[in-house]
């Protein structure tokens, strides 16, 4: 049975990561907007990010601090440039894996985190998912982006322009 300092320092542990709680839900229903993306539990205490049981993202659970790990095939090396970043232990690190680990009381970059699941969703899903996640992304656009330049039909174009009067 624990002492009262350990119930106060259990306590003051579990409310210093409210903030990590939080972004933990918010980056895991990131993850999960995905085409075919799913919580995968390898072992009790976690539940990370896999597409097609394939995990693409470790994620810490609610009451401790925040980590998370992702597979970066194209920009592993600028994120180990980063204070809160190193190689994912257990040799996934050779692998393009990288790890940020933040304390209780600091602010995640949540949108670069973003960025994160999804390249490494893109590395880890099947081609035929990546393509539909590419064209969903289109169709969410207004039609006005979705056009660099203006359309003009072929009728259109050969038609002379109207005499001045």
């Known amino acids: 049975m624990p002492d009262a300092d350990g119930q106060k320092r259990a306590k003051r542990g579990k409310k210093s990561t409210g903030k990590a709680d939080a972004v933990v839900k918010q980056l895991r229903a990131f993850g999960l907007a995905y085409p075919g993306a799913h919580t995968k539990s390898p072992w009790p205490g976690h539940m990370d990010l896999a597409v097609n049981d394939k995990t693409f993202a470790y994620l810490s659970v609610e009451g401790e601090p925040l980590k998370i790990s992702c597979k970066l095939p194209r920009s592993s090396e600028l994120a180990l440039e980063l204070p809160f970043a190193t190689p994912t232990p257990y040799g996934l690190g050779k692998a393009g894996w990288v790890t940020a680990r933040f304390e209780a009381?600091?602010?995640?970059?949540?949108?670069?985190?973003?960025?994160?699941?999804?390249?490494?969703?893109?590395?880890?899903?099947?081609?035929?998912?990546?393509?539909e996640l590419d064209a969903g992304s289109a169709a969410l656009q207004p039609a006005a982006a979705k056009r660099s330049r203006p359309v003009r039909s072929a009728k259109r174009a050969k038609r002379k322009p109207a005499s001045p009067k």
């Open 105 to 131: 009381t600091d602010s995640p970059p949540v949108e670069l985190l973003q960025a994160w699941i999804d390249e490494s969703y893109r590395a880890q899903a099947p081609k035929k998912l990546v393509k």
